[in-house]
């Protein structure tokens, strides 16, 4: 079965752009979350779609957003970029989000903001 | 507020040796608990869980320990080998969200 893809894998882009990541989960897998990488913090969640509607949020701005679509591949945007951007954002997907809450990440894509 | 806590950076360990990593929270409501591995380049990988009924639990190598009056857990590696060097994550969930500690960087040297 293949994993969870995140395309693309590494992005640069400059203060004030937006950009949009996609995230394929494994196939049967209905829940998809995101989260932020950076050093010293660990991985901070971002939201969770569940069956194309955003089931759970984190304490990010409202510059971050996403969307599920009907074969459960998602979307995460970022608008206005800011240099405090830049980091890992990693996609991960379950059966159904429900404990027993086994995620599978993918290898995340790499942006860098100047 | 950070839930859930990862109190070392690192951790160094000699190969054959056990390795200990510790993991405390705040939050009363987690009731399921889970530790990831991440090497570079790569998505952190589920190593082993734990049901906030349960006090241990053993996948080969692995041991998780869960101290619910002392809000703690810890992952035991028995014994250690060099391709388990990573950063080792612990992550609480309560409905449905899972909150992620800052990560271990643990380094078995042979």
């Known amino acids: 079965k293949a994993g969870v893809t995140q395309t693309p894998r590494y992005l640069i882009k400059t203060r004030g752009q937006q950009v949009t990541l996609s995230c394929s989960p494994i196939?049967?897998?209905?829940?998809v979350s995101w989260y932020q990488q950076t050093p010293g913090q660990g991985l901070q969640f971002l939201f969770e779609?569940?069956?194309?509607?955003?089931?759970n949020k984190g304490n990010f701005p409202g510059r971050f957003s996403g969307r599920q679509f009907s074969n459960s591949r998602s979307e995460m945007n970022v608008s206005t970029l800011e240099l405090g951007d830049s980091a890992l954002y990693l996609c991960?997907?379950?059966?159904?989000?429900?404990?027993?809450?086994?995620?599978?990440f993918g290898p995340g894509t790499r942006l860098t903001v100047t | 507020d950070q839930q859930v806590k990862q109190n070392s950076p690192s951790l160094s360990v000699q190969e054959g040796r056990i390795s200990i990593l510790n993991c405390d929270y705040t939050?009363?409501?987690?009731?399921?608990f889970l530790w990831y591995k991440k090497y570079p380049a790569e998505g952190p990988t589920f190593l082993i869980s734990?049901?906030?009924?349960?006090d241990k639990n053993e996948d080969g190598r692995f041991t998780v320990f869960l101290n619910k009056s002392a809000k703690h857990l810890s992952l035991h590696i028995v014994p250690s080998q060099p391709g388990d060097s990573a950063v080792y994550f612990c992550?609480?969930?309560?409905?449905?969200?899972?909150?992620f500690g800052a990560g271990t960087i643990l380094r078995v040297k042979s």
């Open positions: 991960a997907s379950s059966l159904s989000g429900g404990a027993p809450y086994e995620q599978y």
């Open positions: 196939s049967g897998h209905r829940s």
């Open positions: 779609y569940f069956s194309e509607t955003q089931r």
């Open positions: 939050n009363s409501m987690f009731d399921y």
């Open positions: 734990i049901s906030s009924i349960k």
């Open positions: 992550a609480a969930s309560a409905r449905n969200k899972l909150v």
